[in-house]
């Protein structure tokens, strides 16, 4: 046992959810179980069993939870590690819900009981490992990582609802202004998200920009597409041209930052190197 080492394979969503889908193995025969113990009147039977099966299948919340959190984590480029451990707590409870199923619902006895209860907590482990535990966080000098987290988290906050917005605009050019903008924006984000120094020159870009192309994609379709006149159309057009010009200005800036901070780091070595 001691050589056991847990699996801990690329994180991948789809193989996640896949994952999680062997834990509704646990759930089916309960809740025949269930069902046939209602048939039969046996209502002892249909209380303990109706108990296991709830158990398992509160750890099948938790670690759906956890794999959410966790798949957010990943694919994070600056992340605080989670403060709730859903896939720690899901172990523990799958560790209870299988020692009750057997001991209580069932007819093992104590000792197989405990020992099914700690095999089920292991393999839990083994195959999907516990919560992650270290921040992805790096010095960012004299900026706060909290402000940075906050900061990138209200952004992308932003961008997931102009995304919704963007879902219900069905005129073609004015959904392609958009989208074409919003991808720029995400770009910048991950630019600032690389050199988080250059957040608080990129800090109008973050409030001011994104936040106004979301009150503008949020009052566009709170309106019927129909009753938008040609001339609102032209000028909604045209201000996302603006706003394109002004993210392609942004990104620009910041490629800027990064080659003159390049250049120094050169200079900087060049002399280290003479002396």
């Known amino acids: 046992m001691s050589?056991?080492?847990r699996y801990n394979p690329p994180m991948v969503d789809a193989d996640r959810i896949k994952k999680g889908f062997l834990l509704y193995l646990f759930l089916v025969p309960l809740f025949l179980s269930v069902v046939i113990a209602l048939f039969k009147m046996k209502f002892a039977a249909f209380?303990?069993?109706?108990?296991a099966f709830l158990l398992f299948f509160a750890v099948l919340w938790l670690s759906k939870k956890g794999f959410a959190q966790e798949i957010n984590y990943r694919n994070a480029k600056l992340a605080k590690?989670?403060?709730?451990?859903?896939?720690?707590?899901?172990?523990y409870l799958l560790g209870v819900a299988t020692f009750y199923t057997a001991f209580v619902a069932g007819s093992a006895s104590l000792v197989e009981s405990l020992f099914w209860?700690?095999?089920?907590i292991l393999g839990y482990w083994l195959y999907y490992g516990f919560d992650p535990h270290e921040d992805k966080l790096e010095d960012f000098g004299d900026i706060s990582a909290d402000v940075v987290l906050k900061t990138?988290?209200?952004?992308?906050?932003k961008i997931g609802a102009i995304e919704k917005d963007i879902e219900k605009i069905h005129d073609r050019a004015v959904h392609e202004k958009v989208t074409l903008a919003l991808d720029q924006a995400k770009t910048i984000l991950d630019a600032i998200a690389d050199d988080p120094k250059d957040i608080r020159s990129a800090r109008k870009f973050l409030i001011v920009y994104i936040d106004g192309v979301a009150k503008v994609t949020s009052s566009y379709t709170a309106m019927d597409e129909k009753e938008i006149n040609e001339e609102s159309r032209e000028k909604l057009l045209q201000l996302m041209e603006e706003v394109e010009a002004r993210f392609q200005k942004e990104l620009k800036r910041l490629k800027a930052n990064n080659q003159f901070d390049l250049d120094v780091h050169i200079d900087v070595l060049k002399e280290q190197i003479k002396h």
């Open 47 to 51: 209380f303990l069993d109706t108990i």
């Open 81 to 91: 590690a989670p403060k709730i451990h859903y896939k720690e707590f899901a172990a």
């Open 3 to 5: 050589s056991a080492k």
């Open 152 to 157: 990138l988290q209200e952004a992308h906050g």
């Open 117 to 120: 209860a700690g095999l089920s």
